[in-house]
């Protein structure tokens, strides 16, 4: 079992910058491939980013590629996500999560088993 938690979430203005962190327990998340979601109310929840277990094939999705950056700290089992000029539509709860798998990041949520509960970010104009 995995239990991840994330923090780092906050208020920003626009152009600002965060880094969220994700802190996995109960398992080594070296063979696991890591996600970046968010959600909006009344939305569902979308993919931002992937990587896979070493941390040598990343995805982005169109909205957040140049900006977002995901990574891994191999010492801290950890999962980063970078975020960099930072917009207003960029408010959301951001969730992290993983998947036992050797392979590249999944892009759909029912490919990931193991969720974090969220954490807030708001960017004002």
């Known amino acids: 079992q995995v239990q991840l938690v994330e923090s780092g979430g906050g208020s920003v203005q626009t152009g600002g910058s965060l880094r969220l962190s994700c802190e996995a327990s109960?398992?080594?998340?070296?063979?696991?491939?890591m996600g970046w979601f968010r959600q909006v109310p009344g939305k569902g929840r979308e993919l931002l980013a992937g990587?896979?277990?070493?941390?040598?094939?990343?995805y982005y999705v169109d909205a957040v590629k140049g900006r977002f950056t995901i990574s891994r700290g191999w010492a801290e089992n950890t999962a980063y996500l970078q975020m960099n000029s930072l917009k207003p539509e960029d408010t959301a709860v951001y969730y992290c999560?993983?998947?036992?798998?050797?392979?590249?990041?999944?892009?759909?949520?029912?490919?990931?088993?193991?969720w974090g509960q969220g954490t807030q970010v708001t960017v004002s104009s």
């Open positions: 109960g398992r080594t998340l070296s063979t696991y491939v």
């Open positions: 990587v896979n277990w070493s941390g040598t094939i990343t």
């Open positions: 999560a993983a998947a036992y798998s050797s392979g590249s990041p999944g892009r759909g949520l029912n490919e990931y088993k193991y």
